[in-house]
């Protein structure tokens, strides 16, 4: 099993520039989330997914869009990235109730 | 929404010393929390967890305590070995669907 798998690992932007991160698992978890993680700000949730065809605003949705394409895959995109979003964002999945499981992580850098 | 305290934000520690870290939480509705590990550029990996409805669990030198009346509970590594040198994460989790991150404590063990 991969587990929970997510591309890229990095990349830059332009100010304005979009982009789509992809993240999967293979673990049959019904829940799939979005965390961006800063400097002393832990891990705040950008949107989760509870099932497949279900999606729900976190902590700090503005400036994203999420796609729950499957069971196994949940993508996150900027449409306009701005040098606020800078940061490093893990998808995780897990059964409702019970432990997550992080994908590697991206590092996204907005210029 | 759920609010999240941990402290301290740094910790350093003789190897061979105990480690306590302590977070509070909001929300008396919340019903499981899980203690990550994140080592640098790593993902956070689970080390421990508690539900509600158990004041304490133990695995081998790591201990996880929860006081629901006054809403904190709190990690305990006994016989600190230098490879527990990570940041830790508190987080609380309702009905399994949103889960609320502390800001993470750096944990230095010195040899």
């Known amino acids: 099993n991969a587990g929970v798998t997510q591309t890229p690992k990095f990349q830059v932007l332009k100010t304005g520039q979009s982009m789509t991160l992809q993240c999967a698992q293979d673990?049959?978890?019904?829940?799939m989330y979005w965390y961006r993680q800063d400097p002393g700000m832990g891990l705040r949730l950008i949107y989760y997914?509870?099932?497949?065809?279900?999606?729900d605003k976190g902590e700090v949705p503005n400036g994203y869009n999420v796609s729950r394409l499957n069971k196994r895959e949940f993508s996150l995109r900027l449409e306009s990235a701005a040098p606020s979003q800078t940061s490093v964002y893990f998808c995780?999945?897990?059964?409702?109730?019970?432990?997550?499981?992080f994908g590697p992580g991206t590092r996204l850098t907005v210029t | 929404g759920e609010n999240v305290e941990q402290h301290p934000s740094t910790l350093s520690v003789q190897e061979g010393d105990s480690a306590v870290i302590k977070c509070t939480y909001s929300d008396s509705a919340s019903n499981y929390f899980p203690w990550y590990k994140q080592e640098l550029g790593k993902r956070p990996q689970l080390i421990i967890d508690?539900?509600?409805?158990?004041g304490e669990k133990k695995d081998q030198r790591i201990a996880v305590t929860l006081n629901k009346t006054a809403k904190h509970f709190s990690l305990h590594i006994t016989e600190t070995q230098p490879e527990d040198s990570a940041v830790y994460f508190c987080a609380a989790s309702l009905a399994g669907n949103q889960f609320y991150f502390g800001t993470g404590t750096s944990l230095t063990v010195i040899p």
């Open positions: 508690i539900r509600s409805n158990v």
């Open positions: 673990m049959n978890h019904n829940s």
């Open positions: 995780a999945s897990n059964f409702r109730g019970d432990e997550q499981y």
């Open positions: 997914s509870a099932s497949e065809g279900t999606t």
